[in-house]
C-alpha cells in the first residue's frame, strides 16, 4: 500500500472509537476497497454480531430524523384556535363581567374538556399514523459472521457489507467492493433518471459530486441490474441523502379524498350553521329574548353544530382499520388505499406465490429426449446410470446458473435463500449429491447477465480449466431460439426440426400438468469476449433438457376466488408460465371455466390498443406477459371505469403498479423497489389476504358513512329544535346545555361506531363505484329526515313539559330528551337501512361502553343536587322520566318505519 495513503488512513483511524460523523465526510471513493476495509476495521466477511452491537451503540439507528410532533401543549392552545370558540369564550368573559358566574364557569369548563378531548383525539390520531410508519419495516441483505443474513435496514451500521441486486434499495452510503453489471438509478438524488454503471476502481479526483462517485453507491437510490456488495461507510442522518433531509421540513400528513370531500363540506356545513345560527339570534331578538341570553345560544349552537371534529374521527377509524389490516396481513402505506379497496371491481394477482404456495419441487425432468421423474431415475454422484453424460451437464447448469445462497448447517440440512424456483433446482442436485458450494469451488463464476423478464433467461460465465463455459436457463420457448445444438447422450448433434418439435411437446405435456417449466443450454469458450451482452454471449447454445416442477395452489384460495365472485369482484390470473399451466390452475381455482378466456403475451402484442379495451372483458388469464403487458390490462379495464388492483414483486411490475388504483406489492418476494411504489404490501404473498384487506376496507367505508350518519343528523337535531323554539319564543335550552351534549354525543360514542364489525352481507354486495358520493344509498336522505326527528321529539317532550308542569320541567326535559335520543339513535344507525335487529345489541362492546358511560353522565347532571344546580334544570319525577324515555325511544319505531320506505323505494328503483 502507498505509504502517504497509509498516513492519510492513520489520520482518520480510531482504532473503532469512532462516530458517524467522523465517516461522514471521508472521501472513500479515492480508496481501494483495501484501504477501505482497513479504514472501518472490517473484512470482507462482515462484521460478527458482537461488532455490530458494539457499532450500533456508537452510531445509532440507520434512519433519517424527523422533526418533532407538536407538544401537548401546543396542540391543547390549537383546539382554541377556531373562531367561534374564540367568540365563545369573549361570550363567557362578558357573562361575567354581568356576574353571571355559574354560567361562564360551565361553559367555560365544557369548553377546557373538549379542548383537552380533541388534544386526546388528535394525539391518538397521530400515534396511529406513527405506528403506520413501522408496519412496513425495510430489510437488507449483508454479511454477519460470514454468513449472508436478512437484517433490518435501520440497525445496519458502517462496516457491513450489504449484497445488493436488481430491485433492492440501497440502504446506507457505501463503497463498492464487488460489481457484476450494476446499475443504479441516483434520481432520488442527483435528479438524474437514467441508471449509472457501477465499478469498483479507485477515483483520484477527490472533490466531486456524488453522481460522478461511481465507485459508490448512495443510501435510497434502486439496483436497476445487476448485483454487487458494498461496505457500509456512512448511515442516517451522514449519508448523502441524510445531509439534504436535514434542511428540509416534515412534510404535512397526506388526506385522503374521503378527508378532503368531508373538510371541504364541513366548509359549507359551517356557513349554513353561522347563518341559522344568526337567523335565531336576530329572531330571539325581534321576540323580546335577552341580547346575550341570545348570543350565547346562537355561539354555543354554532360550535356544537359546525362538525369540526369529522376528519379527526375519520383519520383515528381509518387508522384503526388499517392497523387491523397489518394484523391480518395486508400492510397500508398509503391511507387513500383504504377507500379506494372497498371500490375494487378487479384484482389481477401474479399466479406464482400469490395464487399457489411457491413451494416449488422438482418433479420431471426431459434429457436425451424423453420425460423421466425426478425422484426415480439418478441416483448419487458417482453412480452410473443410463443418462449420466447428459444429465451432468444439466446439474450443472441448474445449479452454477443459480442465484441461490447456500448457508452451511453443521449437522442440519443447509439453508438454502433465494427465489423459490431457484432454491428448488439446488434442492433437487443436493438430493442427487451434487453440493453448489463444491462445484462453485471447482467451476467459479466470472461474469453473467442477469435475468430479465423481457428475454426470461439467465446467463452465467463459469471458468473450467484452461475455458470458459456459458450456462443458460430460462423459459424454453426463449431458450430454443438460441440454440444450434443438442446435447443426447453426452453426443453434440446439430438442433433439427424434429429435436424442436420433441422438445416443444414435452415442454407442453409437463405445462398441462401445472408444471412450471425451465430449460438448461451451455456452450463452451475459449475467452471472454470485451462486450458480455444477450446479443454476444447467448447464441449457437447447446439445449441440455428440460426440468418441470410443481407449484400447487393455496389451499384458501379456491375460497377467496369464490368471495370476489360474490362481491363482484372480478379476480385476473397473470402469469410468466405457458398457458397451459397458468389455465390448469386457474380452472382449479375457479378463476375461469375453459380456456378460451386465456390470452399469450404473444397473442396480446398482435391486438390494437382500441381492440383490447373493447374485448379486455374477455379474459381472465394472461400468460407469458412481460411487464409491459401488465400496464396494458390495466389501462384498459381503468378505461371501463373499474377499480383495478394489481400485485406485482419485481423491479419492472413498477410501472403497472403505479398505473393500478391500488398497486399491491409482495412482502416476501417482492423487491423494496416494488414495494415501494405500492399502496399495500402482502406480509405473505396470498391471495386471499387481498380479498380479507378488500372486506376490511369495505368495513371501514361503511362505518365511515355510520359516524358521519350519527354526527350530522345530531347536529341537525340541534338546529332545528333551537331554529323552531326561537321562532315559536320558547326558551328550550341554555347555552351550556348545547354544548354538553355536543361533549358527550360527538367524541365516544363516534368512535366506538368506528369500530363497528363488517355487515354479513358485506362481501356480498357490488363494490360502490369511483367517485360515489359519500351520502349516496339513501344515507342524505337519511340524515336530513332522522335529524327532523331528533329536533321533532325534543320539541314535543319541551310541549308536554309546558303543557302539563313548568318550564324549567319543560327545559329539563327538553335537554334530558335531546341528549338520550342522539344516544339512542347510534343503534339505528349501527344497522344502516336494514332492521335494527339485524345487528347483535352486544356484538360492539365499546358501542355499548360508550353509550351507557354517555347516559350516565346526562343523567347524573339531572339527578345529583349540586350539579343540576350548576346546570340549571331540576329533578323529574317517575311520569316526567316516562315522557322523556318515550320520546327519546320513539326515534328507532319512526326511523325503522322509514326505513321500510326507504327499502321499498330503492327495490322498485
Same mark, same amino acid.
Given at each position: 500500500m502507498n505509504r502517504n495513503k497509509q498516513r492519510d488512513i492513520n489520520k482518520y483511524n480510531y482504532q473503532g472509537k469512532y462516530t458517524n460523523e467522523k465517516t461522514r465526510d471521508i472521501p472513500f471513493h479515492t480508496m481501494t476497497v483495501e484501504e477501505t476495509l482497513l479504514y472501518l476495521n472490517t473484512s470482507l466477511d462482515g462484521l460478527t454480531d458482537e461488532e455490530a452491537v458494539i457499532r450500533r451503540a456508537i452510531y445509532g439507528s440507520n434512519v433519517l430524523e424527523e422533526s418533532k410532533g407538536k407538544s401537548i401543549i401546543v396542540m391543547f392552545l390549537e383546539q382554541f384556535k377556531s373562531v367561534m370558540v374564540i367568540i365563545l369564550l369573549v361570550a363567557a368573559a362578558i357573562s361575567g363581567c354581568l356576574k353571571e358566574i355559574t354560567d361562564t364557569v360551565i361553559i367555560l369548563a365544557v369548553v377546557i374538556i373538549n379542548a383537552a378531548l380533541g388534544v386526546i383525539q388528535e394525539s391518538k390520531a397521530e400515534r396511529a399514523l406513527d405506528a403506520l410508519k413501522k408496519l412496513s419495516v425495510p430489510y437488507s441483505k449483508v454479511k454477519r459472521n460470514n454468513t449472508l443474513v436478512m437484517v433490518k435496514t435501520g440497525e445496519i451500521v458502517p462496516g457491513d457489507v450489504a449484497y445488493l441486486?436488481?430491485?433492492?434499495?440501497?440502504?446506507?452510503?457505501?463503497?463498492?467492493?464487488?460489481?457484476?453489471?450494476?446499475?443504479?438509478?441516483?434520481?432520488?438524488?442527483? @435528479?438524474?433518471?437514467?441508471?449509472?454503471?457501477?465499478?469498483?476502481?479507485?477515483?483520484?479526483?477527490?472533490?466531486?459530486?456524488? @453522481?460522478?462517485?461511481?465507485n459508490m453507491a448512495f443510501s435510497g437510490c434502486s439496483v436497476t441490474y445487476g448485483r454487487g456488495m458494498g461496505v457500509v461507510t456512512s448511515m442516517g442522518m451522514n449519508t448523502e441523502v441524510g445531509k439534504i433531509a436535514g434542511h428540509i421540513a416534515k412534510a404535512e400528513s397526506e388526506e385522503t379524498p374521503l378527508q378532503e370531500k368531508l373538510t371541504e363540506m364541513g366548509k359549507y356545513v359551517s356557513v349554513a350553521v353561522i347563518a341559522i345560527a344568526a337567523i335565531i339570534f336576530i329572531t330571539g331578538m325581534l321576540k323580546g329574548r335577552e341580547l346575550l341570553e341570545m348570543f350565547l345560544i346562537s355561539v354555543s349552537l354554532a360550535v356544537a353544530a359546525i362538525p369540526e371534529g369529522l376528519p379527526a374521527v375519520v383519520t383515528i377509524v381509518l387508522a384503526i382499520g388499517v392497523q387491523k389490516m397489518s394484523r391480518q396481513n395486508a400492510i397500508i402505506r398509503k391511507l387513500p388505499a383504504v377507500e379506494t379497496l372497498g371500490s375494487t371491481n378487479i384484482i389481477c394477482s401474479d399466479k406464482t406465490g400469490t395464487l399457489t404456495q411457491n413451494k416449488m419441487t422438482v418433479t420431471e425432468v426431459f434429457l436425451d429426449g424423453e420425460i423421466i421423474p425426478a425422484n426415480s431415475a439418478f441416483h448419487g454422484q458417482g453412480q452410473e446410470h443410463e443418462h449420466e453424460k447428459s444429465f451432468i451437464p444439466f446439474i450443472e447448469i441448474m445449479t452454477l446458473c443459480n442465484d441461490s445462497k447456500v448457508n452451511p448447517k453443521p449437522g442440519m440440512e443447509d439453508e438454502i435463500i433465494g427465489d423459490p424456483t431457484e432454491t428448488a433446482l439446488v434442492h433437487f442436485a443436493a438430493s442427487k449429491g451434487f453440493s453448489k458450494i463444491g462445484l462453485e469451488e471447482i467451476m467459479p463464476r466470472i461474469n453473467e447477465i442477469p435475468f430479465d423478464s423481457d428475454r426470461k433467461l439467465m446467463t452465467t460465465i463459469n471458468?473450467?480449466?484452461?475455458?470458459?463455459?456459458?450456462?443458460?436457463?430460462?423459459?424454453?420457448?426463449?431458450?430454443?431460439?438460441?440454440?444450434?445444438?443438442?446435447?443426447?447422450?453426452?453426443?453434440?448433434?446439430?438442433?433439427?426440426?424434429?429435436?424442436?418439435?420433441?422438445?416443444?411437446?414435452?415442454?407442453?405435456?409437463?405445462?398441462?400438468?401445472?408444471?412450471?417449466?425451465?430449460?438448461?443450454?451451455?456452450?463452451?469458450?475459449?475467452?471472454?469476449?470485451?462486450?458480455?451482452?444477450?446479443?454476444?454471449?447467448?447464441?449457437?447454445?447447446?439445449?441440455?433438457?428440460?426440468? @418441470?416442477?410443481?407449484?400447487?395452489?393455496?389451499?384458501?384460495?379456491?375460497?377467496?376466488?369464490?368471495?370476489?365472485?360474490?362481491?363482484?369482484?372480478?379476480?385476473?390470473?397473470?402469469?410468466?408460465?405457458?398457458?397451459?399451466?397458468?389455465i390448469a390452475i386457474a380452472l382449479e381455482l375457479g378463476i375461469i371455466n375453459d380456456d378460451r378466456k386465456a390470452i399469450t403475451g404473444n397473442e396480446l402484442d398482435k391486438i390494437s390498443e382500441e381492440l383490447f379495451e373493447n374485448s379486455v372483458e374477455k379474459y381472465s388469464v394472461y400468460s407469458r406477459v412481460s411487464p409491459q403487458h401488465k400496464v396494458r390490462i390495466v389501462k384498459a379495464w381503468k378505461k371501463k371505469d373499474m377499480v383495478v388492483a394489481m400485485t406485482g414483486d419485481g423491479v419492472n411490475d413498477a410501472p403497472a403498479l403505479k398505473t393500478a388504483d391500488i398497486g399491491v406489492g409482495m412482502g416476501i418476494t417482492g423487491t423494496d423497489v416494488s414495494k415501494s411504489v405500492s399502496d399495500m404490501v402482502l406480509a405473505d404473498d396470498n391471495f386471499a389476504t387481498i380479498v380479507t384487506a378488500v372486506k376490511e376496507g369495505r368495513r371501514i367505508y361503511s362505518n365511515i358513512r355510520k359516524v358521519i350518519q350519527y354526527l350530522l343528523s345530531a347536529n341537525i337535531g340541534e338546529v332545528i329544535t333551537l331554529l323552531v323554539a326561537t321562532m315559536l319564543n320558547w326558551s328550550i335550552l341554555f347555552p351550556v346545555h348545547i354544548l354538553w351534549i355536543n361533549l358527550l354525543t360527538d367524541t365516544f360514542p363516534a368512535l366506538a361506531l368506528g369500530v363497528e364489525q363488517a355487515d354479513r352481507d358485506i362481501m356480498t354486495r357490488k363494490p360502490v363505484k369511483s367517485g360515489t358520493s359519500i351520502f349516496s344509498g339513501g344515507l342524505g336522505t337519511s340524515i336530513i329526515y332522522q335529524g327532523f326527528l331528533e329536533g321533532l321529539a325534543t320539541l314535543f317532550a319541551y310541549y308536554t313539559g309546558i303543557a302539563l308542569y313548568s318550564p324549567n320541567v319543560a327545559i329539563t326535559m327538553a335537554f334530558a330528551t335531546l341528549g338520550l335520543i342522539q344516544l339512542i339513535h347510534a343503534f339505528n344507525v349501527r344497522s344502516g337501512l336494514k332492521p335494527v335487529s339485524s345487528v347483535s345489541f352486544a356484538s360492539n362492546k365499546y358501542l355499548l361502553v360508550a353509550l351507557l358511560l354517555s347516559a350516565f353522565l346526562q343523567v347524573s347532571v339531572i339527578v345529583i343536587p349540586y350539579m343540576n344546580g350548576i346546570f340549571r334544570v331540576t329533578p323529574l319525577n317517575p311520569a316526567q322520566w316516562l315522557i322523556v324515555g318515550a320520546a327519546s325511544l320513539s326515534i328507532v319505531p319512526l326511523v325503522e318505519l322509514a326505513k321500510v320506505i326507504q327499502r321499498t323505494f330503492i327495490q322498485e328503483k
Open positions: 441486486e436488481a430491485g433492492d434499495f440501497v440502504p446506507a452510503d457505501m463503497r463498492l467492493v464487488e460489481s457484476v453489471n450494476l446499475k443504479i438509478e441516483e434520481a432520488a438524488l442527483t @435528479g438524474e433518471s437514467v441508471p449509472v454503471e457501477k465499478f469498483t476502481g479507485v477515483i483520484h479526483e477527490k472533490d466531486i459530486v456524488a @453522481g460522478d462517485r461511481k471458468k473450467r480449466g484452461e475455458t470458459y463455459m456459458v450456462l443458460t436457463k430460462g423459459a424454453p420457448d426463449m431458450l430454443l431460439k438460441r440454440c444450434g445444438k443438442i446435447l443426447l447422450n453426452g453426443e453434440v448433434v446439430p438442433l433439427t426440426k424434429s429435436h424442436i418439435e420433441k422438445v416443444e411437446e414435452a415442454n407442453g405435456r409437463m405445462a398441462a400438468k401445472a408444471l412450471r417449466v425451465l430449460a438448461m443450454a451451455y456452450k463452451e469458450i475459449d475467452s471472454i469476449p470485451g462486450s458480455i451482452s444477450p446479443e454476444n454471449i447467448e447464441q449457437d447454445l447447446v439445449f441440455v433438457g428440460l426440468t @418441470g416442477m410443481i407449484d400447487p395452489p393455496r389451499p384458501e384460495v379456491k375460497d377467496a376466488v369464490n368471495v370476489c365472485k360474490q362481491a363482484g369482484i372480478r379476480p385476473i390470473m397473470i402469469s410468466g408460465d405457458y398457458k397451459d399451466t397458468a
